[in-house]
């Protein structure tokens, strides 16, 4: 197995070089960074769980640093932690329930949690209190296994009760990382999947004779928009195409070669051609706690036509895009700078930057942002894997997938002696 450092420092470089393109394949990577990382971990025998998050959150800092404007990184580094915090407060379910707690005297309880030193005090707490709780419906029909109750040691041998519980710590440490690298591995394999979970509720919006709107190149629309077609539906895709990467056009040529009929626009006639169309179809760069999504450059333009002609603005996005921030975070770079290249060619316009003027600087500036922000009054609906969602539905799906706690990353401070 490589060295887990060696694997950071290659990913930390291939952040900060942006060499990863799109946010599947940056989310996919860092969950599988983050897998290996875990399984290297070496947990003590007390408070394993704060233990790995201390380390997770030391690495996803790093990370988050390497390239700002990429929040699926950070989205992954807290779904990670969010995945440790819910193990952790289910192995110590599972043990509270495997020693009997009930409402016996407070040095019973202070035995009992001296012999489980590994489960972290807050988790202990947590399953206390759900232990207080009615069980529900899922709870009842749910039963849980003997093997996930933590045995209790004997009272007798003194030297064989040490071993055991020396043991029992260790077995408990191997069984929080195990569950955990078993729900990243699910997380990953979700990552994967998206696009074809998104796909698959294409014909349920998508009708026959329908004109579809779409600006640059994602591989979720295009997979959205060719289930439709393989489920025999027959409509019209219009291609804004993108300025100034132009990746409509990409996007153009792959629709074609799947049999769809496509035209090709341009960005600014976007606004008359909207009356033609039945529903605007975009994917995202990630969507926030609000609602509000960042997208490709021009489709803020795109959802404003949208909404002055009342055609449905539809954004699809798996859950690896969705960000527990708000666009006003300090933590949040909403947008960066591409070069100036894509839009003027230097040689062309080398006369217009005349450095001799005296000044010092240049009379022409070129700016090439790479993202818009799309405010959720502006969508009619999310598309995600598990559904559809209305904008002011996002922050109560968002919470599902995050802990509060783990909102902004930094690992602890080093102190000094």
Same mark, same amino acid.
């Given at each position: 197995?490589?060295?887990?450092?060696?694997?950071?420092?290659?990913?930390?470089?291939?952040?900060?070089? @942006?060499?990863?393109?799109?946010?599947?394949?940056?989310?996919?990577?860092? /969950?599988?960074?983050?897998?290996?990382?875990?399984?290297?971990?070496?947990?003590?025998?007390?408070?394993?769980?704060?233990?790995?998050?201390?380390?997770?959150?030391?690495?996803?800092?790093?990370?988050? *640093?390497?390239?700002?404007?990429?929040?699926?990184?950070?989205?992954?580094?807290?779904?990670?932690?969010?995945?440790?915090?819910?193990?952790? $407060?289910?192995?110590?379910?599972?043990? +509270? #329930?495997?020693?009997?707690?009930?409402?016996?005297?407070?040095?019973?309880? =202070?035995?009992?949690?001296?012999?489980?030193?590994?489960?972290?005090?807050?988790?202990?707490?947590? #399953?206390?209190?759900?232990?207080?709780?009615?069980?529900?419906?899922?709870?009842?029909?749910?039963? !849980?296994?003997?093997?996930?109750?933590?045995?209790?040691?004997?009272?007798?041998? /003194?030297?064989?009760?040490?071993?055991?519980?020396?043991?029992?710590?260790?077995?408990?440490?191997?069984?929080?990382?195990?569950?955990? +690298?078993?729900?990243?591995?699910? $997380?990953?394999?979700?990552?994967?999947?998206?696009?074809?979970?998104?796909?698959?509720? #294409?014909?349920?919006?998508?009708?026959?004779?329908?004109?579809?709107?779409?600006?640059?190149?994602?591989?979720? !629309?295009?997979?959205?928009?060719?289930?439709?077609?393989?489920?025999?539906?027959? &409509?019209?895709?219009?291609?804004?195409?993108? #300025?100034?990467?132009?990746?409509?056009?990409?996007?153009?040529?792959?629709?074609?070669? @799947?049999?769809?009929?496509?035209?090709?626009?341009?960005?600014?006639?976007? &606004? *008359?051609?909207?009356?033609?169309?039945?529903?605007? +179809?975009?994917?995202?760069?990630?969507?926030?706690?609000?609602?509000?999504?960042? *997208?490709?450059?021009?489709?803020?333009?795109?959802?404003?036509?949208?909404?002055?002609? *009342?055609?449905?603005?539809?954004?699809?996005?798996?859950?690896?895009?969705?960000?527990?921030?708000?666009?006003?975070?300090?933590?949040?770079?909403?947008?960066?700078?591409?070069?100036?290249?894509?839009?003027?060619?230097?040689?062309?316009?080398?006369?217009?930057?005349?450095?001799?003027?005296?000044?010092?600087?240049?009379?022409?500036?070129?700016?090439?942002?790479? &993202?818009?922000?799309?405010?959720?009054?502006?969508?009619?609906?999310?598309?995600?894997?598990?559904?559809?969602?209305?904008?002011?539905?996002?922050?109560?799906? +968002?919470?599902?997938?995050?802990?509060?706690? =783990?909102?902004?990353?930094?690992?602890?401070?080093?102190?000094?002696?």
């Amino acid at each position: 197995m490589p060295d887990v450092q060696s694997l950071v420092n290659d990913f930390l470089n291939q952040l900060k070089k @942006r060499k990863i393109e799109g946010s599947q394949a940056t989310a996919k990577q860092t /969950g599988e960074l983050l897998r290996s990382f875990i399984s290297q971990q070496r947990v003590p025998h007390t408070n394993q769980a704060g233990a790995l998050i201390d380390a997770v959150r030391t690495l996803g800092e790093q990370l988050i *640093a390497a390239n700002p404007v990429e929040l699926a990184v950070g989205n992954i580094v807290r779904r990670v932690l969010h995945i440790i915090r819910e193990e952790d $407060l289910s192995l110590a379910t599972a043990a +509270i #329930a495997g020693m009997g707690l009930s409402a016996a005297s407070d040095d019973e309880d =202070d035995v009992e949690r001296a012999d489980n030193p590994g489960l972290s005090a807050v988790a202990v707490a947590a #399953a206390a209190r759900s232990t207080l709780r009615p069980p529900s419906l899922q709870t009842l029909l749910e039963d !849980v296994p003997d093997s996930t109750a933590i045995p209790r040691t004997s009272s007798s041998g /003194g030297d064989s009760e040490g071993k055991s519980k020396s043991i029992d710590k260790g077995s408990r440490g191997r069984k929080l990382k195990h569950d955990v +690298i078993e729900a990243v591995n699910e $997380l990953i394999q979700d990552i994967a999947t998206c696009h074809e979970l998104i796909a698959e509720q #294409a014909v349920e919006h998508i009708h026959q004779n329908e004109v579809i709107l779409t600006l640059g190149s994602s591989r979720t !629309v295009l997979e959205f928009l060719c289930a439709a077609k393989e489920k025999k539906r027959s &409509f019209r895709v219009f291609v804004a195409e993108g #300025a100034p990467r132009y990746q409509g056009h990409l996007l153009a040529k792959e629709l074609v070669a @799947r049999g769809l009929q496509t035209t090709v626009i341009t960005d600014s006639a976007v &606004f *008359a051609m909207i009356s033609r169309v039945n529903m605007v +179809i975009v994917g995202a760069h990630a969507v926030m706690a609000n609602g509000g999504v960042i *997208a490709p450059v021009g489709l803020n333009m795109v959802a404003l036509a949208a909404q002055r002609h *009342a055609v449905p603005f539809v954004v699809l996005a798996g859950s690896h895009k969705l960000c527990p921030l708000y666009p006003h975070n300090p933590e949040v770079l909403l947008n960066e700078l591409r070069s100036p290249s894509e839009l003027l060619d230097f040689g062309e316009f080398s006369d217009c930057m005349d450095y001799g003027s005296g000044t010092g600087s240049s009379l022409l500036h070129v700016i090439n942002p790479t &993202f818009d922000y799309v405010p959720p009054k502006l969508v009619s609906l999310f598309i995600t894997d598990t559904g559809g969602h209305n904008p002011s539905y996002m922050y109560r799906l +968002i919470a599902d997938y995050y802990s509060a706690d =783990d909102l902004v990353v930094k690992g602890k401070p080093v102190t000094g002696s």
